[in-house]
């Protein structure tokens, strides 16, 4: 078969897919078969994106008019042990999240700071470190039934971020800490506030990503298989919020979660058991999940 012929069957094939209530907007090259955080650059076209653990300390950018990689920025001196996610200010800053944590035993969590040229996306400069450190963390790692420190999901906002955590533990305990730290250079300590309650299987309740949405003051958070959207929050203790579920009717390894415009939401999934990685978009119901409620 010719190589013409061959990516027609591909592109055959991806169509036929079941990708259940998702827009399948690209399929994304092999450099992102393990995208873990995007990031939509308002105004533009673009799309930040970076690999988790083992891949180059590199950001990408994505143009989602042309459908291709324009370019990246390669950011010197800095290791990629765990990136899993990315937020930003919205005024030229884009946060980089270096805190996966498997095996809850890491010491080294860390945000870089890095500041973005709007004349030349592939130019950026770090500005800033924000280590970290769990306030109720005491070992290093903890027990089995107590591995509740790995970070996939982040967000920036008013000064401030706020983690919610991937929860490890032998006995999945349905949820996610929610976490805060000022957002500035430093090492701080991560003051617990509050728990999100997500749903009781590991498998798909995990928390996997999560992006803010300034203009309605919301957070979108993401599973394999689900987003909820949480609003009407009281910020100072994160024990109050409205949540709605929406169940997405397609499984795969989704890590990667951003607001684009209005009410539709672009996410990308890691190439696991012949599915990925590709960019989709979902745009929110206007009726939930009933069971969105805690």
Partial sequence: MSR????????????????????????????????????????????????????RPEVYCWNLQESGLVGSAQLEGLKNVDWEELATNKESLLYVGDFGNNMNKRRDQ??????VDPQNLEK??????????????????????ERKFDVEAFIYRQGQFYLFTRHRDKAFDNGSNIYRIPATSG?????RLGKFESC????????????YDPVLDRI????????????????DTMKKYRSRLFRLGHRSQKESISFEKGDCLLIADERSRGQGPNLYRYCLETSADPEGNP
Avoid at 110 to 115: A, R
Avoid at 125 to 140: A, D, H, I, M, P
Avoid at 220 to 235: C, F, P, R, T
């Fill in 220 to 235: 979108a958070l993401l599973s394999y298989n689900k987003v909820w959207i949480l609003d009407s929050i009281n910020w």
């Fill in 4 to 55: 013409l012929g061959l990516i027609c069957l591909v592109s055959a094939l991806a169509n036929c897919q079941d990708y259940g209530k998702l827009e399948l907007v690209d399929q994304l090259p092999k450099d992102m078969r393990e995208v873990s955080g995007i990031q939509f650059v308002s105004g533009t076209d673009h799309l930040w994106m970076v690999n988790d653990s083992g891949n």
């Fill in 200 to 211: 009781k299987d590991s498998r798909d309740c995990q928390i996997t990503a999560a992006d």
């Fill in 124 to 145: 950026m400069q770090l500005v800033g470190k924000t280590f970290f450190r769990f306030e109720n963390q005491r070992e290093y790692p903890p027990k089995k039934k």
């Fill in 187 to 191: 090492t701080k300590i991560a003051r």
């Fill in 110 to 115: 860390v945000i870089y700071h890095l500041k």
